[in-house]
């Protein structure tokens, strides 16, 4: 397994603190917004600006080492990339989880419906998580 300082180095990105600190928090925690990513890093950092982590974390954005998640009525947030998967969220507490789907023969209907040529394709199903269906129901 690859050390944050080598994945760094394979996508051409420089080394720094504060990216090692992004890459650790994004694998740990997985989904994260740059609020949240602030709250954490000032532990660490604490003179760190949010600009600095928009800063990063769009150069990691623009290098394909970090995705941005879009999810609806919600500030964006970010995981390292990985394989093909899409989003499921649940409406109560936000709860964000990766679900593995073949979305491949689903962009290839999308495409062939609309005679779009699909570039991206952003999957997020919502629902109601099984913690919180569990406190509805008692």
Not at 14 to 43: C, N, W
Not at 91 to 102: M, Q
Request: glycine share 4%.
């Amino acid at each position: 397994m690859q050390t944050t300082t080598e994945l760094l180095k394979s996508y051409e990105l420089k080394v720094t603190p504060q990216r090692m600190a992004i890459v650790e928090e994004l694998a740990s925690f997985g989904h994260l917004g740059i609020d949240e990513l602030y709250q954490k890093l000032t532990k660490r950092f604490p003179t760190i600006s949010l600009a600095t982590i928009y800063k990063n974390t769009n150069a990691m954005v623009e290098k394909l080492f970090v995705q941005e998640v879009k999810l609806p009525n919600q500030k964006s947030k970010y995981e390292l990339v990985k394989a093909e998967h899409a989003h499921v969220i649940c409406g109560v507490c936000g709860r964000v989880e990766d679900i593995t789907l073949d979305t491949e023969s689903m962009v290839d209907e999308v495409s062939r419906i609309s005679h779009y040529k699909i570039e991206r394709d952003d999957l997020v199903f919502s629902g109601i998580c099984p913690a919180c269906m569990e406190k509805e129901s008692a």
